[in-house]
T-cell receptor
Framework: AQSVTQLDSHVSVSEGTPVLLRCNYSSSYSPSLFWYVQHPNKGLQLLLKYTSAATLVKGINGFEAEFKKSETSFHLTKPSAHMSDAAEYFCVVSDNWYSSASKIIFGSGTRLSIRP | EAGVTQFPSHSVIEKGQTVTLRCDPISGHDNLYWYRRVMGKEIKFLLHFVKESKQDESGMPNNRFLAERTGGTYSTLKVQPAELEDSGVYFC???????????????FGPGTRLTVL
C-alpha cells in the first residue's frame, strides 16, 4: 500500500528566504513521486517528478526536490521565495509506475504563504 | 497545445437535483481520471478511463455517481440525485502512455467547484 504525508499544513516564509515543504512517503514498490502546485482559482500544475532517474530533481520556477530512499522523503525546496510562490502544494506518490493500473495518491497539501 | 478543460467552473444546485460535469482531456491522451476534493480533506481518486473503458472505478463513492467517456474523447460525471456531502471540487486529469513506462504523467484541469445546498 502506498501513502504520502505532508508534515506541515501551513508554511509561512519571508520573501527572499528559503522554502522547505516536507513530504514523507510509504510505498510497497519503488515509487514515483511528484509535486503539484495549485494557485488560487487555478488548476493543479506539475512542478516536478521523480521516476527512478536522478535523485535530485529540478522543476519549474526554481523548485527542486531530493528523493531520499533511506529517509522515505521527497522534500521540496527553493533557495529564495517569491511572492508569486504563494499557493497550495501537493506531494503525490505513485506505486508501480510502469503498470497501466498505476494509481496516484495525494498528500493533504501544504499552504505556502509569503511575507513581504 | 490546449490543456485539460472542465465545464462548468462552478455549479450551485439544490439537494436532490442532478448535475453533469464535463472534462475535455488533452488531445491524444488515452488516460482520463476524475478526482474529488471535499473541503478540508485530501484529493481523492474517483475513477480512471483508458479510452472509453473504465480501468478502475474503485474510488466512486456510490451509485449516484455515473461517469462516461463515449468515443474515448471527453468525459462526463453525473451526480443524481446530489446530496450535501457531494459538495467539493472535482478535478479531471489526463495522461498519455509512454512506451516502456506506465500511464504517463497526469495533467490536471482547473476543476469544477460543486456546491449542493
Amino acid at each position: 500500500a502506498q501513502s504520502v504525508t505532508q508534515l506541515d499544513s501551513h508554511v509561512s516564509v519571508s520573501e527572499g528566504t528559503p522554502v522547505l515543504l516536507r513530504c514523507n512517503y510509504s510505498s510497497s514498490y519503488s515509487p514515483s513521486l511528484f509535486w503539484y502546485v495549485q494557485h488560487p482559482n487555478k488548476g493543479l500544475q506539475l512542478l516536478l517528478k521523480y521516476t527512478s532517474a536522478a535523485t535530485l530533481v529540478k522543476g519549474i520556477n526554481g523548485f527542486e526536490a531530493e528523493f531520499k530512499k533511506s529517509e522515505t522523503s521527497f522534500h521540496l525546496t527553493k533557495p529564495s521565495a517569491h511572492m508569486s510562490d504563494a499557493a497550495e502544494y501537493f506531494c503525490v506518490v505513485s506505486d508501480n509506475w510502469y503498470s497501466s493500473a498505476s494509481k496516484i495518491i495525494f498528500g493533504s497539501g501544504t499552504r505556502l504563504s509569503i511575507r513581504p | 497545445e490546449a490543456g485539460v478543460t472542465q465545464f462548468p467552473s462552478h455549479s450551485v444546485i439544490e439537494k436532490g437535483q442532478t448535475v453533469t460535469l464535463r472534462c475535455d482531456p488533452i488531445s491524444g491522451h488515452d488516460n482520463l481520471y476524475w478526482y474529488r476534493r471535499v473541503m478540508g480533506k485530501e484529493i481523492k481518486f474517483l475513477l480512471h478511463f483508458v479510452k472509453e473503458s473504465k480501468q478502475d472505478e474503485s474510488g466512486m463513492p456510490n451509485n449516484r455517481f455515473l461517469a462516461e467517456r463515449t468515443g474515448g474523447t471527453y468525459s462526463t460525471l453525473k451526480v443524481q440525485p446530489a446530496e450535501l456531502e457531494d459538495s467539493g471540487v472535482y478535478f479531471c486529469a489526463s495522461s498519455k502512455k509512454v512506451p516502456g513506462q506506465g500511464p504517463g504523467t497526469q495533467y490536471f484541469g482547473p476543476g469544477t467547484r460543486l456546491t449542493v445546498l
